[in-house]
């Protein structure tokens, strides 16, 4: 049930069930990809579950799950990120609109990549969030170890114990 461009290379192990992959994808080992639309040029990692999402051309998906999620052009969602779609408190997922928030009415809401929006390693995203056009969200400093001595200092960062 899916239609597959050309010159798209699938890995082994890897579902690709009632979408529409674009020319020159890349869909790695053990990946999955259901009710979905993939961009030309999109590449998808090892393992990564992507459901229920559009890519636009140039998406690179890293993490380990995307559900309901529309990316834009040349996106890029790192392994480690969280991308929520589902509210388990019972609650309705809130939207911005117009700077305000507002109810969307419903519990299950996905997120919105602006293109080349850039998600690093252990950002976490709310249901229905959207990032803007090139915005690079990355986690905070004291949570990233940026330079390290064989010798045991770590310059620029205090260590968390």
Not at 6 to 24: L, M, Q, T
Not at 59 to 78: D, W
């Amino acid at each position: 049930g899916s239609v597959v461009g050309d010159e798209v290379k699938i890995g082994a192990g890897a579902i690709v069930r009632e979408s529409i992959v674009g020319d020159g994808c890349y869909i790695a080992n053990n990946a999955t990809v259901e009710m979905s639309i993939v961009g030309p040029g999109s590449t998808i990692f090892n393992g990564c579950v992507v459901q229920y999402s559009v890519l636009y051309p140039g998406a690179c998906i890293s993490c380990r799950y995307v559900g309901l999620n529309l990316s834009g052009r040349n996106t890029f969602i790192s392994d480690g990120v969280t991308v929520s779609d589902f509210r388990f408190d019972g609650k309705h997922v809130q939207i911005l609109k117009d700077g305000v928030r507002i109810d969307s009415g419903v519990p299950l809401l996905g997120t919105c990549l602006g293109h080349s929006a850039y998600l690093g390693a252990g950002c976490i995203l709310s249901p229905g969030r959207a990032v803007p056009n090139g915005w690079r969200i990355v986690p905070e400093s004291r949570r990233v170890l940026e330079v390290f001595h064989g010798d045991g200092q770590v310059m620029g960062h205090r260590l968390l114990r």
